[in-house]
């Protein structure tokens, strides 16, 4: 099978004809439409992530079709059109237990702890606890923003952070993650502020629907800003880019009482931030994280893509083939790219 491979860290990402994938009694390969590049393939790539075993195949947002199922799978068959959330729960362990798969002790996730789907396929475990069939008015590309990026903001925003038609919520960062969490803000009724450093992504924002705009270069102090703008702060705060200065600047915007929720990934010389703790004990406020969502609450946040009217193409900011793909992932670091951007040709 075709597929983008990279044998060292932080080395070039190459095309290649690699074996196709073997099927376990619990699985199904799935043959490849689309998959999103999303920051966290980037981090893989550059040896950020103690899951990635080399050589490797990255890609963990995809969507696509079963083409050969596991003896012991009873609920998938060929031809199913399916996506999975990117960290899959083996259905047996405590956390499973209590329905959190996305925190499973055993966790499976393509394009970390295995081979990924840049690739034309990919062999997904546990298939009975993970995978989610897809209506057929929801294009392959669309599902291919929903495996990380969508997935962690919608429970990030509405589990972890109760958000609140009304509520004042700040989005530091307006990459997939962040453009996620402002359209899904958005549709329940939130007032949002979108917060970036690129004239460019603010103004992509505010087409999605931010309410407020504040560019990071020219803006000093970017917690003041939105307390005077809020008068007293947000109810939620997002920092869907994972940096120190983004992580301060979420926690430092919040009203009293308020939630901030990690979901940009913290790592490399980002890993460990030093956390403002005087206002986050006088203020009572909760710091929470946020990883991703279990396959089982994806009929909720359907229902509000398809209630709202959540325009998930417009998120797509390039659509590209493989090739590329793998060289857009390697310049992630310099977070020029506007949107999503999605492999749907191989």
Not at 165 to 173: D, K, L, Q, R
């Amino acid at each position: 099978m075709k597929a983008a491979y990279y044998p060292s860290f932080q080395q070039p990402i190459t095309i290649e004809n690699l074996p196709y994938p073997a099927l376990s009694l619990d699985g199904v390969i799935i043959a490849v439409k689309a998959t999103g590049i999303c920051r966290s393939d980037w981090h893989g790539w550059m040896g950020h992530d103690g899951d990635v075993q080399l050589p490797h195949v990255p890609g963990h947002e995809l969507a696509g079709e079963v083409v050969e199922v596991g003896k012991n799978v009873r609920n998938w068959q060929k031809g199913d059109r399916v996506t999975v959330p990117f960290c899959c729960g083996c259905g047996y362990c405590p956390p499973c237990a209590t329905g959190n798969q996305q925190i499973c002790d055993n966790y499976f996730q393509p394009g970390f702890t295995a081979w990924g789907s840049f690739a034309e396929y990919v062999h997904i475990k546990y298939a009975d606890v993970n995978l989610v069939r897809l209506p057929e008015a929801l294009s392959f590309e669309a599902a291919a923003t929903l495996g990380c990026r969508f997935i962690t903001a919608y429970r990030g925003l509405v589990a972890q952070g109760n958000l609140q038609p009304g509520h004042w919520v700040a989005i530091h960062g307006c990459g997939g993650v962040g453009l996620s969490a402002l359209m899904i803000a958005h549709a329940i009724g939130a007032r949002t502020i979108a917060v970036d450093i690129s004239d460019e992504k603010l103004a992509f924002a505010q087409s999605l629907g931010a309410d407020i705009t504040l560019n990071a270069s020219h803006t000093t102090d970017i917690p003041l800003a939105i307390k005077e703008l809020t008068q007293g702060g947000v109810s939620v705060s997002v920092d869907a880019l994972g940096s120190v200065v983004t992580c301060q600047n979420s926690i430092l915007s919040l009203r009293k009482r308020g939630k901030h929720i990690q979901i940009g990934l913290m790592a490399g010389e980002n890993a460990m931030p030093p956390i403002p703790m005087g206002p986050v004990l006088s203020h009572e406020l909760e710091i929470i994280g946020s990883h991703g969502m279990q396959a089982h609450q994806y009929p909720k946040m359907m229902e509000l893509i398809f209630a709202k009217n959540i325009p998930l193409e417009k998120m797509i900011g390039r659509r590209m083939n493989l090739e590329e793909g793998a060289k857009a992932l390697m310049e992630m670091g310099n977070f020029k790219a506007v949107g999503v951007m999605v492999v749907n040709a191989f």
